[in-house]
């Protein structure tokens, strides 16, 4: 629990990261519910080696998950790493203007259809 609240702490903008570390805690606190009161019902349809290996095989998706999606941030500072999910941000966005164009389909000129 001590690694994800570091990581919330490092996930979002200052202006906003008390807000949702706390959206975030409280939806960690509504799926430890869920986990504790749907426990006793899978162990009766799995058995307890198939809980035992379901929670291992989900936990396992989520450390891949987690290996594929959260940044490498080691020797770096806050605003630092903010900057960089920022900028990351900054050209998805300058991307898919750029992909699109910005230009409405009917004075598109690539489309090999001349003007609508």
């Not at 959206?23 to 809980?51: E, R």
């Not at 999910?85 to 090999?112: C, L, V, W």
Request: glycine share 8%.
């Amino acid at each position: 629990m001590a690694v994800v609240q570091l990581l919330l702490a490092e996930s979002f903008p200052t202006e906003i990261r008390a807000y949702a570390s706390g959206l975030c805690g409280a939806f960690t606190a509504v799926n430890m519910f869920g986990a504790t009161k749907l426990y006793p019902y899978c162990v009766d349809w799995l058995g307890f080696h198939g809980t035992f290996w379901m929670y291992g095989a989900v936990m396992l998706v989520e450390v891949i998950y987690g290996a594929i999606s959260i940044p490498e941030n080691k020797g770096q500072s806050l605003v630092k790493t903010e900057e960089k999910m920022i900028n990351s941000e900054e050209k998805k966005k300058a991307d898919y203007k750029s992909y699109n164009n910005e230009t409405p389909f009917r004075y598109r000129t690539d489309t090999g259809l001349g003007d609508v």
